[in-house]
């Protein structure tokens, strides 16, 4: 490939002469209009701000993100469910259905690379601030949108999490088969929805490079669900040719019907694994461990347990073999795993390579000092709420770092936006926010 076709732009630049770290960051010179609220949208934007982009968040004045009174646990601070979303932006406010408001993000969306929303379908075509609009106005904006459901029956609908987490195909195949469908703690159709659309900008920056132009992205929670559960759509279509037999149901000669089941803890590929009681289980909540009867390494796995005779009886040597039997192994296991704390049989199987999982708790992971160095765990401070920890930029770059900063107060960067990045004059500023465009509907009354 030519260089001009590998990155779209014409020749490389010479390589940086400045230590890795040290010459800015990933998306640097990009600026984002966040026009998102609650949570998928807001994960992608922290994701781009995390790596340099200058994200914009334009807020209701008065209100704000919905978020920064939801579940609030310091009386007159931002929640933290809202600081926990927002780090490394600025907060502008603006009433986008006042024309004065209008003028603000006309000016907006001619000086940023990306408008990203997730209103309910239709909203941001309610604002005026349609596809032709925006386009016409700024023909290298990217519009990147979360909604609920793509083009279809539902594609009205507004959308939450679970929501999302059900349509999607994740709650049909969580939890146990004798139970109701369950939804997961992690939030994969907020916050999976939202890291999808983070790629999907990147991408269409990445195009733009060479075709000069904005396009939109969407990226429906029940597709980006359906993608994270994309090995139960493989096990529906397995189904039709014969039971599923690292599924337990099928050692306990149940059955399946025709649908993907729920598998309980089983692994979800060919690697049978169940979560097993250790010392202090069931009175202990999470001294549990994940163990993986791995195939290349039985061996060590029999010898650890104490049935050294496994490894060579035809009842238990091969893979097939084991899989009807799999409530008897694991029950063997764990009666091995009870003697130990999690901790203790983990460090016992790594030593011979035996892969396993202990139940972390929040609390453990949080006081967890690996994930403190590597800045997956943070402590922030903030003005109003004081000291507080947040989960930092997961994805770790050598010549980008991310340093994680404080979620904004509301509308605190209102003034330096309109003058150091939109240029407003004073007397303009001045005619803007006398016009209410900017303010909570009490202070609209006082300046009428
Ligand atoms: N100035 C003036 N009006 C504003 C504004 C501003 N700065 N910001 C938002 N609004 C208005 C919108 O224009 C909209 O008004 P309209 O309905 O009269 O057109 C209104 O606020 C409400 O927006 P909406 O998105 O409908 O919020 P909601 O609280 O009713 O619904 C969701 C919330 C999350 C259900 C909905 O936004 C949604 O389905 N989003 C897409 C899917 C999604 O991201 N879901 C996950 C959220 S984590």
Redesign the pocket.
Known sequence: MSKKAANGNGAYPKPSSKPFGQDGKALQGVRILD?T?????PTCTQLLAWFGADVIK????GVGD?TRGQLVDVKGADSLYFTMLNHNKRSIT????HPQ?MRVLNALIKSCDVLVE??????LD??GLTWDYIHKLNPRMIVAS???FGPGPYED?????NVAQCAGGSASTTGFRDGPPLVTGAQI??SG?GLHLALGIVSALYQRIRTGRGQKVLCA?QDGVLNLSRVKLRDQQRLKHGPLTEYSQYGEGIPFGDATPRAGNDSGGGQPGRILKCKGAPEDPNAYIYFITQAPVWGEICDIIGEPTWKTDPEFATPKARLPKLNQIFARIEQWTMTMTKFEVMNACNAVDIPVGPILSMKEIAEEKSLRDTGTVVEVDHPTRGKYLTVGNPIKMSDSISEVKRSPLLGEHTDEILSDVLGFKAAEIAEIKNSGALSAPEKKEKAA
């Open positions: 026009f609220h609650v949570q998928s949208g334009v807020e209701r004045p919905i603006i009433d986008s259905k408001g997730n209103f309910a379908p239709g909203a309610r604002m979360v909604k609920g609908c507004k959308v939450y999490e159709g907020d929805t929670m």
